[in-house]
């Protein structure tokens, strides 16, 4: 499969790179090391990686404005689906490929690289360049390494894998990372995301059956001078709440007109619920888009009901053991 990316890669004078929408690391990681290393290879070639940005991830690397896509190769990583693709038309390309570690939902490739047992988007976007001719540095290492980094919660999930830590340990052994200053940009935060953070850990919500979860409108957001993204942020800082088993941040996005929705899980699985909510992601760590916020109503009582029938089959479970 890989050798058909590359093939692809090479016959192609202009590439598109594109991924989900509310961006976020692995995203940003997988796609600016993936441009970089094409041009690093080809350097003759045009390689634009576009879609909405945010100033917290600008040490990736500049997004781009292109206003001719016609007839280009467009590569889309992490992202399962059409509706979540972020700042293109399908329409416009010639070919398309899809690299993704989420699990399918629909097919819209000509060529799909799936692998939803990897730990990111940018393992995969490591296995492509390490199994191909594409080249590698230590600013594209330097990439990959956050960008696997930050998909994993430095390596605390169950997608970390014995293979995943292996490449990590080469990639530091080889390119010869400075892991400490790598981690600055990723993890340094604005005070007023950190006031934030505190205003959520007062105010978050728990149902009965283990889902915390909080409400953050426009004047919250203004009070504390952060933007939409900053939430989404700050979700898996809340992992550990004794009480929770599942915990949802909803947040007005008064630019793109919706309600983002950021949810994890330490037990049940949430993407199919999320489905329902016009979003979707992984088993454990989702996302989904709300037209207003009392829509939050629903996921928070669809939610509730999950996390019950899976407290009811531990229990199931405990009395058999």
Do not use: Q
Not at 31 to 58: C, E, Q, W
Not at 110 to 120: L, Q, R, Y
Not at 221 to 232: N, T
């Amino acid at each position: 499969m890989y050798s058909d990316i590359f093939k692809l890669i090479s016959e192609y004078d202009k590439i598109v790179l594109a991924r989900h929408i509310g961006v976020d690391p692995d995203a940003m990681a997988s796609t600016m090391a993936l441009k970089d290393s094409i041009l690093l290879t080809f350097p003759s070639k045009k390689v634009y990686s576009v879609g909405s940005g945010s100033n917290r991830f600008n040490y990736f690397g500049k997004l781009d404005k292109v206003d001719d896509m016609v007839g280009a190769l467009l590569i889309v990583l992490d992202t399962p689906d059409i509706k979540r693709i972020d700042g293109v038309n399908l329409a416009d390309f010639s070919k398309i490929v899809k690299i993704d570690h989420h699990p399918f939902v629909e097919k819209f490739g000509d060529v799909e690289h799936i692998n939803d047992a990897a730990s990111s988007a940018s393992e995969l976007v490591l296995e492509l360049i390490n199994e191909t001719d594409l080249l590698m540095d230590k600013n594209i290492a330097s990439k990959l390494y956050l960008g696997i980094v930050s998909d994993t919660n430095r390596f605390m999930f169950n997608n970390s894998t014995g293979d995943t830590f292996r490449k990590v340990a080469k990639l530091i052994e080889d390119y010869k990372l400075e892991i400490d200053k790598l981690y600055e940009p990723l993890y340094l935060r604005p005070i007023s995301e950190v006031r934030l953070e505190g205003y959520v850990g007062l105010h978050l919500e728990l149902t009965e059956n283990g889902v915390a979860y909080i409400k953050l409108t426009k004047e919250i957001l203004d009070e504390f001078m952060v933007d939409a993204a900053s939430p989404g942020n700050m979700i898996n800082n809340f992992n550990y709440i004794n009480e929770a088993i599942v915990w949802v941040f909803f947040t007005e996005d008064i630019k793109n007109n919706n309600i983002r929705v950021s949810a994890r899980s330490r037990g049940p699985v949430i993407n199919e619920v999320l489905s329902h909510f016009n979003g979707g992601g992984h088993k454990y760590a989702s996302g989904a888009r709300l037209m207003k916020m009392e829509e939050s109503d629903d996921v928070i009582l669809a939610l509730d009901k999950l996390c019950l029938g899976y407290k009811k089959n531990m229990e199931g479970d405990n009395v058999e053991n």
